[in-house]
């Protein structure tokens, strides 16, 4: 009888500690992946500026040597 308790009691810590850590688990995956796309949203963003400000002071540039 006490085998039977000490095993019952195992699993059930077991599989409140799994329930625990996975939540936690769940909840840093999701910031890293937000951290992730954050990365690459602001290298993005940053990379087509310096693109779109190359094409607007060549255009400026030409606009103000045709006059």
Do not use: C, P
């Amino acid at each position: 009888m006490t085998v039977v308790r000490l095993s019952t009691a195992f699993v059930m810590r077991f599989w409140w500690h799994t329930k625990a850590y996975g939540t936690v688990l769940i909840v840093a995956l999701l910031a890293l992946i937000s951290v992730i796309f954050l990365q690459i949203y602001w290298s993005s963003r940053s990379m087509l500026q310096f693109v779109a400000h190359e094409e607007i002071g060549d255009n400026e540039w030409k606009t103000v040597s045709r006059k």
